[in-house]
C-alpha cells in the first residue's frame, strides 16, 4: 500500500500569509496527486489533480507542485474562506489520503 | 446541477447489515465511476471501494474487502453500498464520490463531486 504522510498536522497563519503544506508519498507516484479542502461538516472539495493542474474554479492563489513523492499545496495569500483542513490523495495504485493538515487562524 | 445524496445511515449493533444508496442527478451517471469514501469522527479521509462507470472492475480497500459490496444501477442512477459484518470501527460519515473525466472522457481519477454524506453508527 502507498502511505501518504502530511506536514504539518497543524498550521496557524494569519491572513494574507504564504502557507505552504507537504504531502511525501511512501512511493514514486509520479503526478498523480490531488488536493481537497474540507470545512466543519461539508464534503470535501477538490482543489488540484494531477499534482498541479487547478480545477475549474477554484482561486488561483492555490497551486501544486511536485513529483515522485514530495508535493506541495501553496496558497499565496490565506483569506478568510481558506481556513479549513487539507487533504493530498494519491491516485497511482488505488486510493490513499494524507491524515489531513488543519489551518487555523492565528 | 450536479448533485449526489446519500441516503440509509442510521445506528445499527456490531455485526449487523446496513445499505447505503446515493442517488446521483445533473449528469450521466452512466459515464462516471463512482466511490464510497469514509471518515471516522475527527478523523481523516478513507476511500473504500470504487466502481467503474459499467460495473466492473471493482475495487475495495483491505479495511472492507469480505464485508462490503459496491454496485450500482445506471437505469435508475443510483449507487449502492452494502455493508455486512459491522464493526465499532465501521462507525463513520460515508462520502459517495464521482470520478473525475476529462473533456475528453477520459478518466482522471480524482474525485470531482461528492456528496453530502451519511453517518452510520456501529454501536451495541
Known amino acids: 500500500d502507498i502511505q501518504m504522510t502530511q506536514s504539518p498536522s497543524t498550521l496557524s497563519a494569519s491572513v494574507g500569509d504564504r502557507v505552504t503544506i507537504t504531502c511525501r508519498a511512501s512511493q514514486s507516484i509520479s503526478s498523480w496527486l490531488a488536493w481537497y479542502q474540507q470545512k466543519p461538516g461539508k464534503a470535501p472539495k477538490l482543489l488540484i489533480y494531477?499534482?498541479?493542474t487547478l480545477e475549474s474554479g477554484v482561486p488561483s492563489r492555490f497551486s501544486g507542485s511536485g513529483s515522485g513523492t514530495e508535493f506541495t499545496l501553496t496558497i499565496s495569500s490565506l483569506q478568510p474562506d481558506d481556513f479549513a483542513t487539507y487533504y493530498c490523495q494519491q491516485y497511482s495504485i488505488y486510493w490513499t489520503f494524507g491524515q489531513g493538515t488543519k489551518v487555523e487562524i492565528k | 446541477e450536479v448533485q449526489l445524496v446519500e441516503s440509509g445511515g442510521g445506528l445499527v449493533q456490531p455485526g449487523g447489515s446496513l445499505r447505503l444508496s446515493c442517488a446521483a442527478s445533473?449528469?450521466?451517471?452512466?459515464?462516471?465511476?463512482m466511490n464510497w469514501v469514509r471518515q471516522a469522527p475527527g478523523k481523516g479521509l478513507e476511500w473504500i471501494s470504487f466502481i467503474s462507470s459499467s460495473g466492473s472492475p471493482i475495487y475495495y480497500a483491505d479495511s472492507v474487502k469480505g464485508r462490503f459490496t459496491i454496485s450500482r444501477d445506471n437505469a435508475r442512477n443510483s449507487l449502492y453500498l452494502q455493508m455486512n459484518s459491522l464493526r465499532d470501527e465501521d462507525t463513520a460519515v460515508y462520502y459517495c464520490?464521482?470520478?473525475?473525466?476529462?473533456?475528453?472522457?477520459?478518466?482522471?481519477?480524482?474525485?470531482?463531486?461528492w456528496g453530502q454524506g451519511t453517518l452510520v453508527t456501529v454501536s451495541s
Open positions: 494531477k499534482a498541479s
Open positions: 464520490a464521482r470520478e473525475s473525466l476529462a473533456a475528453t472522457g477520459s478518466r482522471l481519477y480524482c474525485f470531482d463531486c
Open positions: 445533473g449528469f450521466s451517471f452512466s459515464s462516471y465511476g
